[in-house]
């Protein structure tokens, strides 16, 4: 088999139901002032512990906080973006030596290697690091284990690469498939394009259309409809598209949700809708602008009040009524009430939020446990 060519496979994006329909949000806000840039990121829900860091940014720098408020590592790696999170104990960070990654006491685990550049989060044991060019000669991605050692690397390798449930989707001149952690072949490249598994199923797409398909490469949603998304919480997010009529037509888009089984247990009927998490999700009914709560068998279980929500995550959901956001809880009601000019997911018992004058992180009551010191102008 030829050496296989990867791109990212990036699961589908957190997004929020907002007043306008269709549009999806990338929901990792990089906020900047000329003193501070602060660092919004979707990041996994786990338990909070005493090696936990929050990454802030001051100066242009990454520093990192513990879960107290109090500065365990100095602003002194170049920023990242939402790169900067430690996965398994070790976050990726680049300084003026070279880019590597360093444990929770700071110090570099792997690196700095000065021919590396812009090093990705591990997942399940991968990453993804660039290696400069030497002489005009092109930047080559390459993954890395958790010793640093580079494990695969080739043209067309993507600089984003990401392994889930043992697979990566990998791509030749035939088309899009699966190899493992041998980089071998385990569904043949056959499809248009394929995305990361989840709950044991994949999107894939074939045809123009979208379905899923299993870790043996069985078919258990036939692709037929306009855009799918990675399962979350035994549910996978579904789209069909309906053409307008008229001189200046549209597409309506229409969501609804399939089980593992491919059964559609919500039809598409919502004019959008995110990915279920902790058993919720938002959705916005036919004919309002406002997103309400939904269970997992599609019942409204509270209205739709809001002009804005993210994904619950630890019990939470961002929300936004007007200018401002706040946090409910499952039922929809008030946790934290809206205060915030930005706010975003709870990780490890705090999220980070944003007042009219500075940036910092809360905890689930909603009281600052870190602000940015100096204020905005």
């Known amino acids: 088999m030829s050496a296989p060519r990867r791109r990212w496979s ?22 900047h002032h000329r003193n501070a840039l602060f660092l919004f990121a979707a990041i996994c829900v786990t338990a909070q512990t005493s090696t936990d860091r929050y990454p802030v940014v001051k100066d242009g720098k990454v520093g990192f906080i513990d879960s107290q408020g109090n500065e365990v590592i100095a602003p002194q790696f170049s920023s990242a973006g939402d790169m900067a999170h430690f996965d398994d104990g070790l976050a990726p960070v680049a300084s003026a030596d070279g880019a590597g990654y360093i444990d929770t006491s700071g110090h570099f685990v792997i690196g700095p290697i000065s021919e590396w550049g812009q090093p990705r989060p591990f997942h399940e044991g991968i990453a993804v690091v660039l290696v400069w060019g030497k002489n005009g000669a092109q930047n080559t991605p ?6 640093g050692h580079i494990v695969y690397s080739g043209v067309g390798t993507s600089e984003l690469a990401y392994f889930a449930e043992g697979l990566s989707p990998f ?7 699966f190899a493992d952690k041998s980089f071998r072949w385990v569904i043949p490249p056959k499809y248009q394009w394929v995305e990361r598994f ?3 199923l994949a999107p894939v797409q074939a045809r123009g259309k979208w379905g899923y398909i299993d870790k043996a490469g069985n078919e258990i949603v036939r692709p037929k409809y306009d855009w799918v998304c990675s399962f979350s919480d035994g549910l996978g997010r579904v789209r069909i598209d309906i053409p307008a009529a008229g001189e200046r037509a549209t597409v309506a888009e229409m969501y609804g949700y399939v089980d ?10 919502f004019g959008f809708a995110t990915d279920f998490r902790e058993g919720r999700a938002f959705a916005i009914p036919p004919g309002s602008q406002h997103p309400g709560i939904i269970d997992q ?3 409204f279980l509270h209205e739709p009040a809001y002009d804005e929500a993210h994904e619950f995550h630890e019990g939470l959901a961002a929300v936004r009524v007007g200018t401002l956001w706040g946090y409910v809880d499952l039922d929809g009601e008030w ?11 709870f990780w490890h018992g705090l999220a980070r939020a944003a007042w009219k004058d500075r940036y910092g992180y809360i905890d689930r009551a909603g009281m600052p446990v870190w602000k940015l010191a100096t204020p905005r102008n």
């Open 260 to 269: 593992r089984n491919g059964s559609e247990v919500i039809r598409p009927q």
């Open 198 to 200: 989840a709950d044991g």
């Open 171 to 177: 791509g030749d001149a035939k088309g899009w498939g």
């Open 335 to 345: 946790t934290i009430t809206p205060r915030f000019e930005h706010a975003d997911d």
């Open 142 to 147: 390459a993954l890395i284990d958790r010793t």
């Open 297 to 299: 068998q599609g019942n």
């Open 10 to 31: 990036q699961p589908c994006a957190r997004q929020s139901a907002t007043l306008n329909l269709g549009e999806v949000l990338v929901l990792v806000r990089l906020l």
